[in-house]
C-alpha cells in the first residue's frame, strides 16, 4: 500500500499508525499525516512490537515541564485569542515570574519586538498536546522569532532534589556534551549572555567537589540564571531550567528538545559521562531523536 492508500484505507488507526511506522515516517509525520494528537500516536509506538525508545529501555516521558517560548508579533490580544481557540487558557500580564495555571503573555526586555508566552505546569503527554496546540495556534497567528529570542524548558525535580550527587552529574554531563549541542544550535545560541557556557575555568574540578548545589552554583555560575543550564530556577519553582535552545514556534523541535533535556536527567540520576561525541550521544538518544539531531548538526555545518 502507498502512503495515501494507508491513510485513506478502512484500517484503525492504530493499524494506520503501525503501516505508517514500517513506510519509515515518525511519530510526529504520522500524526500529521492522520490528524491525531502526538500522545495517541506516542502510545501506539511504544508498545508497537514491544519496540524499545531508547537504549537504556522504555523512556516514558512523565516528568512535569514548563516551557518558555520567545516570540515576534505585534498583537497580544490576536495571539491570546489565537491560542483560546484551540480551548487552551491564556491570559496577558505584566512582567511577573508567578506560576499560574494558565498560559500567560509576558513582556520580556531581552526579545526585540515581541513577548514571552509562558506555560502552566504540565506534564507528559497531555502536556504535550497542549503545546501541539499553542504551536499550532502561534503559527496560524503569525508570530514569529528572530535571533534575540530563545526557547527555555523547565523540569520538575522532586525526585532528585535533595541529592547532590544527581546535580553534580547533570551539571557535568551538560558540560561535557555541550559542543555537541552546540553543534545543533544555530551560533546565536553557542554564545549568548543570558545562556553562558558552563565550561568555566577548572570547571570538572569545581562541579566534582561541590558539596551542595549551592556551592556548586557559586563554583560554576556564581549563581546568576544566565548559563545554558539553570538551577536557580530551583529556589523559585522547584524546577531545573535549561536555556540554549533558539527561539521556535515549531512542536517538532519543541518536543525533541524536551525528551533530550528529559533522557539528560534521567541519566543523570544514574551516570556520569567522561566524554562527549557520539557514543555518549548514543545513551541519550533513540534513532528519532538521533536522526533529527544529525540533521540539526549538518544545517549548520553547510551555512
Given at each position: 500500500m502507498t502512503i495515501e492508500e494507508i491513510i485513506q484505507s478502512n484500517l484503525s488507526k492504530s493499524?494506520?499508525?503501525?503501516?505508517?511506522?514500517?513506510?519509515?515516517?515518525?511519530?510526529?509525520?504520522?500524526?500529521?499525516?492522520?490528524?491525531?494528537?502526538?500522545?495517541?500516536?506516542?502510545?501506539?509506538?511504544?508498545?508497537?512490537?514491544?519496540?524499545?525508545?531508547?537504549?537504556?529501555?522504555?523512556?516514558?516521558?512523565?516528568?512535569?515541564?514548563?516551557?518558555?517560548?520567545?516570540?515576534?508579533?505585534g498583537n497580544k490580544v490576536l495571539l491570546r485569542n489565537?491560542?483560546?481557540?484551540?480551548?487552551?487558557?491564556?491570559?496577558?500580564?505584566?512582567?511577573?515570574?508567578?506560576?499560574?495555571?494558565?498560559?500567560?503573555?509576558v513582556s520580556d526586555a531581552s526579545v526585540s519586538g515581541g513577548y514571552e508566552l509562558v506555560s502552566p505546569v504540565l506534564k507528559g503527554q497531555s502536556g504535550l498536546e497542549q503545546v501541539r496546540l499553542v504551536s499550532e495556534a502561534l503559527a496560524e497567528a503569525g508570530a514569529g522569532i528572530n535571533k534575540t529570542c530563545g526557547f527555555h524548558a523547565h523540569f520538575?525535580?522532586?525526585?532528585?532534589?535533595?541529592?547532590?550527587?544527581?546535580?553534580?552529574?547533570?551539571?557535568i554531563n551538560y558540560a561535557t556534551l555541550e559542543s555537541d549541542i552546540d553543534s545543533f544550535m544555530p551560533p546565536?545560541?553557542?554564545?549568548?549572555?543570558?545562556?553562558?557556557s558552563l565550561k568555566v575555568r577548572n570547571w570538572r574540578e569545581k562541579m566534582q567537589n561541590a558539596q551542595s548545589l549551592i556551592e556548586l552554583e557559586k563554583a560554576v555560575t556564581e549563581r546568576s540564571r544566565y548559563f545554558k543550564l539553570n538551577s536557580q530556577s530551583y529556589?523559585?519553582?522547584?524546577?531545573?531550567?535549561?536555556?540554549?535552545?533558539?527561539?521556535t514556534i515549531e512542536f517538532e523541535k519543541i518536543k525533541n528538545w524536551l525528551f533530550f533535556c528529559a533522557r539528560l536527567i534521567n541519566l543523570s540520576k544514574a551516570e556520569?559521562?567522561?566524554?562527549?561525541?557520539?557514543?555518549?550521544?548514543?545513551?541519550?538518544?533513540?534513532?528519532?531523536?538521533?536522526?533529527?539531531?544529525?540533521?540539526?548538526?549538518l544545517k549548520f555545518e553547510r551555512r
Open positions: 493499524d494506520k499508525m503501525r503501516r505508517l511506522f514500517d513506510e519509515g515516517k515518525t511519530r510526529t509525520e504520522v500524526a500529521r499525516l492522520l490528524g491525531v494528537g502526538y500522545g495517541f500516536v506516542q502510545n501506539v509506538y511504544a508498545k508497537y512490537n514491544n519496540r524499545p525508545l531508547s537504549p537504556e529501555g522504555d523512556f516514558v516521558f512523565d516528568r512535569t515541564f514548563g516551557i518558555e517560548l520567545e516570540i515576534i508579533h489565537a491560542i483560546r481557540a484551540k480551548g487552551i487558557a491564556c491570559e496577558i500580564e505584566g512582567y511577573n515570574h508567578n506560576r499560574r495555571t494558565h498560559w500567560k503573555i520538575g525535580t522532586d525526585d532528585f532534589k535533595d541529592k547532590i550527587s544527581v546535580w553534580r552529574n547533570l551539571y546565536s545560541r553557542r554564545h549568548n549572555r543570558f545562556c553562558k529556589w523559585r519553582h522547584g524546577t531545573v531550567e535549561f536555556r540554549q535552545h533558539s527561539g556520569r559521562l567522561t566524554c562527549g561525541g557520539q557514543r555518549a550521544l548514543a545513551k541519550l538518544l533513540d534513532n528519532e531523536l538521533a536522526i533529527f539531531y544529525k540533521q540539526r548538526k
